[in-house]
């Protein structure tokens, strides 16, 4: 079994920047696709973005399409969500999941606990 967990968050100022990283303290990460999604206070969670498990075509949601990536290293059992330019809008707890590589929170069986990312104007 997949057990996730989410690091690398904080509380930052506007426009710099943040790497989370998730890890796999079970079963190897390497077979799976990971996504990334987010809750932020009073809204319902997004999906943020997913890659699969050999790294091809990972994508990043329009929203913060230019701003975020995801890249992974499978020979570290890591995922990483690289964050650029954050803005308070992007403060959220972020979570990763592990599954399909959709969007869809649905697609996704194992998830992390989730990492709190608050950035200040």
């Known amino acids: 079994q997949v057990q996730l967990v989410e690091s690398g968050g904080g509380l930052v100022q506007a426009g710099v920047s943040l790497t989370l990283s998730c890890t796999s303290s079970g079963r190897t990460l390497s077979t799976y696709a990971v996504g990334w999604f987010r809750q932020a206070p009073g809204k319902e969670q997004e999906f943020v973005a997913a890659?699969?498990?050999?790294?091809?075509?990972?994508f990043v949601t329009n929203s913060v399409r230019g701003r975020f990536s995801i890249s992974r290293d499978n020979a570290l059992n890591t995922v990483y969500l690289q964050m650029n330019m954050l803005q308070p809008e992007d403060t959220a707890v972020y979570f990763c999941?592990?599954?399909?590589?959709?969007?869809?929170?649905?697609?996704?069986?194992?998830w992390g606990q989730g990492n709190q990312v608050t950035v200040s104007s």
């Open positions: 999941a592990a599954g399909l590589g959709t969007a869809l929170a649905k697609d996704y069986r194992y």
């Open positions: 890659i699969s498990a050999s790294g091809f075509s990972p």
